[in-house]
């Protein structure tokens, strides 16, 4: 005989970590706006991806692969693309992990690393799974927030770090403001992190800050270090491979890796993933003229929105942090009936902020123009 659980009783098989968690906000699903909407097309600037697409070389790797069938498991190890990674960083393939994005193997760490009631330090505001995946585990987390003017307070991390954290996560450049750390900040917070705790580096927007000569490489200022630490990177941004999911990350030790890989799946980047993403990493030039590109948006966009009289966070990634002067639910719904997606920031003491991908240069003048209109309707 079959017996259904009540829903009371399936609640309670559910870990109170679990039950507590804020859920991820992925931002509004394009097809539903375009309904709600009725625009013709949608101009989504709610998930950082890159509107210039993957090289060329990525379409062709995928085409082969699936000339040649997909019915076999992908390699478990990754190993060609671990190596193409290593080779390209000059470290060991074996201190090199994969994940299904980077965000993958944030959840590795803390599954791995984390014991109920651990402390684990991050930003404030910042990327919501650096929250989530630590409470999942019952750990708790507490946030270092930026200063006034969204820079790093490098007192606040001090004082943090110096209550004993067991994993650390800092992002460089940020998300969601967009603010870097430079070489010297990123090397007092590695020199205040105790040598016992974990520093988790979350470069995923690395590529876009790289240009200014102030963006520090993380790798190098952690090379030397005799402490655990993980440099986490991904394919989804600058080399436009959102919709694959590949990220990867780079860590002191090869027990490190080993640790991590028991805790993942066997086959969490998929064959198609794995080819994808060493044929992006070979297309230098490709990845340099989205950047460029980009870099060009980013400064002329901030200084169209600054000219409009919103505050916006200096940004070295390919988004921004604006400062709507309205609660951000009301000014992404306003959006919405435009046809434009942002990511409504809800973090307290950022209610009224916003955070916006850049596009192409069409789709971000219909963006600050419809935001401008937007704000000038709600001070009537």
Not at 107 to 131: K, M, N, R
Not at 342 to 349: I, L, S, Y
């Amino acid at each position: 005989m079959n017996h259904v659980l009540e829903p009371e009783t399936s609640a309670s098989l559910v870990r109170r970590e679990v039950a507590g968690l804020p859920a991820y906000d992925p931002g509004a699903d394009p097809d539903e706006v375009a309904a709600f909407s009725g625009a013709a097309r949608v101009i989504k600037l709610s998930n950082n991806e890159s509107p210039f697409g993957a090289s060329p070389a990525v379409a062709e790797a995928v085409r082969l692969r699936l000339a040649g069938g997909v019915s076999r498991y992908p390699d478990p190890t990754g190993k060609r693309l671990a190596e193409a990674i290593g080779k390209s960083l000059a470290v060991p393939a074996e201190r090199v992990v994969l994940g299904n994005g980077s965000e993958n193997i944030l959840e590795l760490v803390c599954q791995a690393v984390l014991d109920p009631g651990d402390l684990v330090i991050t930003q404030a505001p910042g990327f919501s799974l650096h929250e989530i995946f630590p409470r999942m585990m019952g750990a708790r987390v507490e946030k270092v927030p930026v200063t006034a003017e969204f820079g790093f307070d490098a007192a606040a991390w001090g004082d943090a770090l110096a209550a004993g954290p067991k994993l650390v996560f800092l992002a460089n450049p940020c998300n969601p403001t967009g603010a870097m750390l430079d070489v010297g900040e990123l090397e007092r917070v590695v020199a205040d992190t105790p040598q016992a705790a974990l520093l988790v580096l979350d470069e995923a927007y690395c590529e876009f800050a790289r240009p200014n000569p102030a963006y520090p490489d993380g790798l190098a200022v952690l090379r030397g270090q005799d402490r655990p630490w993980i440099v986490l990177r991904t394919f989804s941004k600058a080399y436009g491979l959102a919709g694959i999911r590949v990220g990867f990350g780079v860590a002191s030790a090869a027990e490190l890796v080993k640790a991590l890989d028991r805790v993942r799946t066997p086959y969490n980047v998929n064959q198609l993933a794995q080819d994808a993403a060493i044929a992006a990493l070979g297309d230098h030039a490709y990845l340099a003229e989205t950047v460029r590109r980009t870099g060009l948006e980013l400064a002329r966009v901030t200084d169209r929105l600054r000219g409009k009289g919103f505050r916006v966070a200096p940004s070295s990634a390919n988004f921004l942090f604006i400062d709507t002067g309205h609660h951000s639910d009301w000014v992404a719904q306003e959006l919405h009936r435009a046809g434009i997606i942002v990511k409504a920031w809800r973090e307290p003491g950022y209610e009224n902020f916003i955070r916006a991908s850049l596009s192409t240069p069409e789709d971000n003048d219909v963006f600050v123009r419809c935001l401008a209109e937007i704000r000038a309707k709600g001070t009537r």
